[in-house]
């Protein structure tokens, strides 16, 4: 049988009879547990993996990127006009024929709907949110002479992008640096990294500052290179631990000799 809005139903001959309200409720209460069964299906679910495009654009500039798990698969460098797979070189990497050139063209279309979109919503204040709290730190541990990476973390932030400048002893460093694209967060923020690869010798302070946006001025991290050197501590506890031992052996001779003696 079939059920109407009138409160009626339907047979298989297409006859019409009345609903009683207990039938009513009963396929109330049916239809009541099926929707929580399948409420509870769905926040159970359990997902192994995430797959995310992002495409975007400014004015003056792009980006499109593929991500997998929260780790950048690929993305389009629109300023050396070349697909990027920044997985490290003992994996596959992965590689799509045209996928640069596709993104050009996606490029052009978004800026044609940035026009239309900021035309129609000319009246909309620009939502922006600063950065929450740039961190820096090395990469590996610090040995003096020997090459590292200067790492500056920036997320928070909206709109995207940021702009981060490194110095050494004060003075501004290009050379070696470069920073990630723009990746989101689940709260619709985004998140940049910036490197710096420098060889660290004593005295030495970098800083890396970010400029947003939302900043009135920039905000600027400092480290400065430190090496952990070998303290005094161990040797003089070996060493006190050695004379109270000597100590105990002399006076255990001590006492034998004397107890010998006396008998």
């Not at 769905?42 to 798990?69: F, P, R, W």
């Not at 990630?180 to 302070?205: A, H, M, W, Y």
Request: proline content about 6%; some cysteine; charged content about 20%.
């Amino acid at each position: 049988m079939n059920s109407s809005a009138d409160g009626t139903q339907l047979d298989a001959a297409g006859r019409v009879y009345p609903i009683h309200s207990s039938t009513v409720r009963l396929l109330l209460t049916k239809m009541k547990l099926l929707l929580i069964l399948c409420w509870v299906l769905g926040v159970s679910a359990d997902v192994q993996h995430e797959d995310l495009a992002i495409n975007g654009c400014s004015d003056s500039d792009g980006e499109k990127m593929y991500t997998l798990d929260r780790e950048e698969v690929w993305y389009a460098d629109f300023i050396n006009q070349r697909g990027v797979e920044p997985q490290p070189d003992f994996i596959d990497h992965m590689s799509v024929p045209g996928a640069y050139e596709q993104a050009v063209s996606e490029l052009q279309i978004c800026k044609q709907n940035l026009n239309v979109v900021r035309a129609a919503m000319k009246d909309v204040p620009l939502e922006k949110d600063p950065p929450s709290n740039p961190m820096i730190y090395n990469r590996d541990k610090v040995e003096l002479g020997v090459r590292n990476v200067l790492i500056c973390h920036v997320s928070g932030f909206y709109p995207a992008p940021v702009n981060v400048s490194w110095t050494k002893n004060g003075e501004k460093v290009t050379e070696g640096t470069s920073i990630n694209v723009p990746f989101p967060n689940k709260d619709g923020s985004f998140t940049q990294i910036s490197r710096l690869e420098f060889i660290p010798q004593q005295g030495d302070i970098y800083s890396c500052s970010v400029e947003h946006l939302a900043l009135d001025q920039p905000l600027t991290r400092m480290w400065d290179v430190e090496t952990t050197q070998p303290g005094v501590g161990p040797a003089a506890f070996c060493g006190i631990g050695l004379t109270i031992g000597l100590l105990g052996v002399a006076a255990g001779t001590f006492f034998l000799i004397k107890g010998n003696e006396c008998s």
